[in-house]
Structure formats: C-alpha cells, structure tokens
T-cell receptor
Framework: GNSVTQMEGPVTLSEEAFLTINCTYTATGYPSLFWYVQYPGEGLQLLLKATKADDKGSNKGFEATYRKETTSFHLEKGSVQVSDSAVYFCALWGNEKLTFGTGTRLTIIP | ETGVTQTPRHLVMGMTNKKSLKCEQHLGHNAMYWYKQSAKKPLELMFVYSLEERVENNSVPSRFSPECPNSSHLFLHLHTLQPEDSALYLC??????????????FGPGTRLTVL
C-alpha cells in the first residue's frame, strides 16, 4: 500500500532560520503530493500541492518539489517566522484516498 | 458558521459511557470523513461517506458507529471505548468527483479522553 515517511520532530528553530522538513513516499502509479499544516487548536489546512513530477508547489513562502527519482517532497522555507509554528503533515493522494505521514511539530523561537 | 465545525471540542468519558461527536460542514460538499489523530502516528482514515452512503470503513472496531443523516452532518457514536481510543478525532469534507483529488477541508477536531 501507499505510505509516507517524514522526519520526526519536534523541530525548533530561531526566527529567520532556513527550514527543511523531509518527506519521502512509497506509492504505485503517479500520486499527487501535499503538505498540510495544523496550527494550534485548528484543523488541517492545505498548504501546497504538486500533481506531477518536477512540479513545485508554493504558498506563504513555503516550497516543495515533486522528485520522482528520489520519491521525495521536502518542504522548505528560506526564513521562518514565529507564526509558522505548527504541525506539518506530508500526504499523498492515491487509490482514491489521502495517506498522511506522522506530522512534524515545528516551533520557532524569537 | 463557515467551513467545518465540530462539537464538542473536548470530551472526557468513562469506558461504559455512550457519547456522540458531531460534525457539520457549510461548504456544499457531498463527501465527509472521520480521521483519528494519535501522537506519533499517521492520521488514520476511519470512515468515508459519499452522497450520504458509507463508502469506506477501515476495519474500525464496532464501538465506533458513524451516521450521516444528510450531506451536511456527520456523527460518530461512541460506546464502551478503551483508553487507547483517546485521540483527536477530525472530521473533513470535500466534493466527491471520482478519479480526481478533491481537496479535503478539516474541522478543528474533538479531543477525546477515555478514562
């Protein structure tokens, strides 16, 4: 079956630091890939997506590139802010359902 | 109200209690989902309803019983739960166009604690 593996947290960074959260996947066919974000006390929100190889999804300064050769979809941001503190989930769409990773808790300190 | 709402936000229950979680979506969607979010585990899809019919049941124990009376409302009835059922229960909704990804919109969840 499909699966998503993302780096375990928690991750703590200082404001304006560079962020990378690794995500790799196992899937048959050509899945679509996503990053969701969950702010404290809220539900998951779609942050960005990519639907085919070499696509780059971007939103709110975050980026991720669909790398089929390495089956990866790493999340990056050049300069994080305190407001980026949240839990980030990597996910893929395949076999008519979303498969999620375990989530990575990110804390940004001023 | 906008988006997807869930009530209650927090629930503490004993193993012999019966309670229900409620989800309501105001987005005009016709598919609804229940997920279980436990610490250090991937989100687990529990149930999917499409056009008010259950289309997926991922081997969930019978102590969890879903109900979808219409396309805007989804319930999860709970009875004789176990402490390991303590988790955040998330509801989501989407359009139900088959064969393509339909963005799912999530509610804030119900934090359930089973004593």
């Amino acid at each position: 079956g499909n699966s998503v593996t993302q780096m375990e947290g928690p991750v703590t960074l200082s404001e304006e630091a560079f962020l990378t959260i690794n995500c790799t996947y196992t899937a048959t066919g050509y899945p679509s890939l996503f990053w969701y974000v969950q702010y404290p006390g809220e539900g998951l929100q779609l942050l960005l997506k990519a639907t085919k190889a070499d696509d780059k999804g971007s939103n709110k300064g975050f980026e991720a590139t669909y790398r089929k050769e390495t089956t990866s979809f790493h999340l990056e941001k050049g300069s994080v802010q305190v407001s980026d503190s949240a839990v980030y989930f990597c996910a893929l769409w395949g076999n008519e359902k979303l498969t999620f990773g375990t989530g990575t808790r990110l804390t940004i300190i001023p | 109200e906008t988006g997807v709402t869930q009530t209650p936000r927090h629930l503490v229950m004993g193993m012999t209690n019966k309670k229900s979680l409620k989800c309501e979506q105001h987005l005009g969607h016709n598919a609804m989902y229940w997920y279980k979010q436990s610490a250090k585990k991937p989100l687990e899809l529990m149930f999917v309803y499409s056009l008010e019919e259950r289309v997926e049941n991922n081997s969930v124990p019978s102590r969890f019983s879903p109900e979808c009376p219409n396309s805007s409302h989804l319930f999860l009835h709970l009875h004789t739960l176990q402490p390991e059922d303590s988790a955040l229960y998330l509801c989501a909704s989407s359009d139900n166009l088959a064969g393509t990804y339909n963005e799912q919109f999530f509610g804030p969840g119900t934090r359930l604690t089973v004593l």
